[in-house]
């Protein structure tokens, strides 16, 4: 799910009656500064290959 080597990852979820939400943050290994999950397809895609 996380398409590069990461040192840290902060976790938030949440779940009652109803109600769902996860996401989280990752340090990559060679950054400072956190990634957010929903950022990985906009941040990722043009960089797969088929």
């Known amino acids: 799910m996380i398409p590069e080597k990461w ?3 902060l976790l938030y979820a949440e779940f009652r009656e109803g109600y769902k939400k996860i996401f ?3 340090y990559p290994m060679d ?3 956190p990634v957010y999950s929903l950022d990985i ?3 990722y895609t043009s960089k797969l290959t088929f």
Do not use: G, M, S, T
């Open 7 to 9: 040192k840290k990852i």
């Open 24 to 26: 989280f943050y990752y």
């Open 31 to 33: 950054r400072e500064e």
């Open 41 to 43: 397809p906009d941040l």
